[in-house]
């Protein structure tokens, strides 16, 4: 098969084994045709001569103009009809060879690949569920209650009891390497969260080796969950001292400082403490995971990797799936806890199964960022390091109520205790101004209102605060870096108050602007109420809208708190 190529009034001569053939016939539509070349200069140079019974002269008219139409859109008659020549073989036509890239299609890529890999992660999600954790299954250890002997009590908790155990096994183990821990509630959380930890970020958690289900004789079953033996000391038997954080400087660092007792040497202790703190975290919020529960009693310093870690994940959350989010419930420690309480809106609705959730926690982790509640936390103690007298559980608490009639504003909270506060106060921010009060910059960063308003895990570690050569040897781009920051991080009320007083001063001094009075009367406007029978009608849909949505809402909690009890359990083990 071949194709007639016409360009212009020239063609391009092929070789054609039937082109010598005068007599080439071919049915077209039912109708005898013979080819015969052209002699008029005037058609085109290769034309389609019709030969039809005489009843058909008349229609003569009407094939030629579909000559011309197969001639004039490029498509030209089968090479078997054609006897001019003027044939390329449609194997020898160029073929495409790839994809063609275009700009529109670049964007799209990237945006969808942005998308996958946008915390906490929905291509990692998916590989993470349906592969690793299949994968692990087959590998992990394989223990029993029975192979271990039970040692030291390191704590004990509501939710569970800690001991220090030696496998019985194994003779020529380690006394106490291992730590145990005996759960009867929200074990299977806490196991299902280790194992989603030691795969993706296990420098950030305590090393988990095992975790099991027991059936015994009692109605409730067991949950025993195996790590390997970090340390004892957690950053609350550390503060406690008085001497921190000299306490901590030969644990973290290794050796002692060759500076002075004094705020500057302190001031570096708490940075490595608060940097590995917020490492931690990252490495936890980067895959999907909230904590909830951040406080000086989770958080273990290792003795074997010289850094703190984070313990205790019985009330954490994976948000990536959807495991242990229930609306509407929480699980917090009030000392330090954000004030919002829910890690996402009220209004959020119960997890749908696995994939569902996983592709679409993206959007949800943007719209609530949830991580930003253990930043408050965080901050917390950050605080509590800075001032020692607010290491106690009656002083924190003491605090958070100032706080909180301060608006949770630590500015406005500083100007209320500085004038007459003690020496260990006074010493605290002393600590926080070093270097131009970067630290103190940091910590009001971290400890706000507005969820959105404060630091992720990952900004916070970008702050010059932990550039170790402090605010005053930053480069051009650190300072313009520090600019960004401080712009980007200011809340819009106190831009709004800046405006109040600019305007009530150009208001004192040129005209244009409004005086003090003017102001005040605006303070004091109150918006007029209408109760009109629009506005009740609306209201009464709007109401109607709410309750339908609640009790939807609650159907599918229940339905989906019923199915999530299976599916995700299957992957404990149970001894049998």
Not at 49 to 74: C, I, N, Q, Y
Not at 132 to 155: H, M, N, S, Y
Not at 216 to 224: A, G
Not at 437 to 464: C, D, F, N
Request: hydrophobic share 40%.
């Amino acid at each position: 098969m071949a194709t007639v190529v016409t360009r212009g009034l020239g063609v391009t001569k092929l070789h054609d084994p039937y082109h010598h053939n005068p007599n080439l016939k071919s049915l077209f539509l039912g109708q005898s045709l013979r080819i015969k070349p052209s002699i008029n200069n005037q058609q085109p140079p290769c034309s389609v001569k019709f030969s039809t019974p005489k009843a058909f002269h008349g229609g003569d008219e009407w094939l030629h103009s579909v000559h011309s139409l197969f001639v004039g859109v490029g498509v030209g008659l089968p090479c078997t009809v054609m006897e001019c020549g003027d044939m390329i073989y449609r194997s020898t036509l160029p073929k495409p060879t790839g994809l063609t890239l275009t700009i529109p299609g670049l964007v799209l890529a990237f945006g969808a690949l942005s998308y996958l890999w946008a915390t906490p992660g929905v291509a990692p999600g998916f590989f993470d569920m349906f592969v690793l954790a299949f994968v692990e299954r087959f590998f992990r250890p394989t223990f029993r209650k029975d192979d271990f002997i039970l040692g030291k009590k390191l704590g004990e908790g509501s939710f569970g009891v800690v001991y220090r155990v030696t496998l019985a096994n194994k003779p020529s183990s380690k006394e106490g390497d291992l730590v145990l821990k005996k759960a009867t509630e929200y074990g299977a959380v806490e196991i299902w969260m280790n194992e989603r930890v030691r795969r993706a970020c296990a420098s950030s958690c305590a090393d988990f080796v095992y975790g099991f289900l027991e059936r015994s004789t009692k109605k409730t079953p067991e949950y025993w969950l195996i790590w390997q033996f970090e340390g004892e000391s957690t950053l609350a038997d550390l503060l406690q001292s008085r001497d921190f954080p000299y306490n901590v400087e030969t644990l973290i660092l290794g050796e002692v400082q060759d500076l002075p007792k004094g705020l500057e040497r302190e001031n570096r202790i708490i940075q490595t403490i608060i940097g590995q703190l917020l490492f931690a975290l990252d490495g936890l919020h980067s895959t999907g995971i909230v904590h909830r529960d951040i406080k000086p009693q989770n958080i273990i310093f290792s003795e074997g990797s010289r850094t703190f870690k984070i313990i205790d994940l019985g009330a954490a959350t994976d948000l990536r799936v959807g495991i242990n989010y229930i609306p509407k419930e929480f699980l917090l420690d009030p000392r330090y806890a954000a004030p919002e309480q829910y890690i996402m809106s009220t209004q959020t609705p119960s997890a749908p199964s696995a994939p569902v959730a996983t592709a679409l926690s993206p959007v949800l982790w943007q719209l609530n960022l949830p991580d930003r509640f253990d930043i408050y936390s965080t901050g917390l103690i950050f605080l509590q390091m800075a001032f020692p007298g607010l290491r106690t559980d009656n002083s924190l608490i003491q605090f958070n109520r100032q706080l909180k009639r301060c608006d949770y504003d630590l500015v406005a909270w500083r100007k209320t205790v500085e004038p007459r506060c003690g020496a260990e106060l006074r010493r605290g921010f002393e600590l926080l101004d070093l270097d131009g009060g970067i630290g103190w910059e940091l910590l009001t960063s971290m400890v706000r209102y507005k969820a959105r308003q404060r630091l992720s895990a990952k900004a916070a570690l970008a702050h010059p605060y932990f550039d170790k050569e402090g605010l005053l040897a930053l480069s051009f781009m650190q300072n313009l870096r520090l600019r960004l920051f401080r712009a980007t991080q200011q809340d819009y009320g106190e831009a709004a108050k800046w405006i109040i007083q600019l305007m009530a001063r150009s208001g004192t001094q040129k005209d244009g602007g409004f005086t003090e009075a003017q102001l005040q009367e605006l303070r004091e406007i109150v918006p007029k109420k209408k109760a009109g029978a629009k506005r009740n009608a609306l209201a009464s849909a709007l109401k109607v809208q709410r309750k339908i949505i609640k009790t939807l809402n609650e159907s599918m909690d229940e339905l989906s708190r019923n199915r999530k009890s299976i599916w995700w359990r299957r992957w404990i083990p149970r001894e049998e």
